[in-house]
């Protein structure tokens, strides 16, 4: 499964909810032109959440098993435009452990993880 990995870019509503720092992984594959994004906050601080990568592989695991979760929105593609920005690739499966993540804007991706607050801190 391919899906982008995206920081929210203004104040939408979209992504009011979304703790900073968060992993975000969007679908845009589908062909009624919904856009369906999944995120990890790790609100409640879990040890093997502290970074961006695991929140993203998190996120991913919600989309590709389809686990029931309220981290999850569905917007219709202007929506996701004006509330997210792509920031890299999420490539391959989780469960067969060959999935690969892929930054494109590592500058702007450190800054949306240094934003990033656990809980437990």
């Not at 999944?38 to 998190?58: D, F, K, M, P, V």
């Amino acid at each position: 499964m391919n899906l982008s990995i995206v920081i929210p870019t203004n104040m939408h509503p979209a992504s009011a909810s979304i703790a900073k720092g968060s992993g975000i992984v969007a679908d845009l594959s589908r062909p009624d032109g919904i856009v369906v994004v999944w995120y990890e906050g790790n609100i409640y601080g879990a040890s093997n959440l502290h970074q961006l990568e695991e929140r993203i592989t998190c996120a991913a695991g919600r989309a590709q098993e389809s686990y029931p979760t309220v981290a999850k929105i569905a917007l219709s593609r202007q929506d996701y435009n004006d509330a997210f920005a792509e920031i890299g690739k999420f490539n391959g499966l989780i469960r067969k452990r060959t999935h690969e993540i892929v930054i494109k804007d590592t500058i702007i991706a450190q800054q949306w993880a240094d934003k990033y607050k656990a809980s437990s801190d």
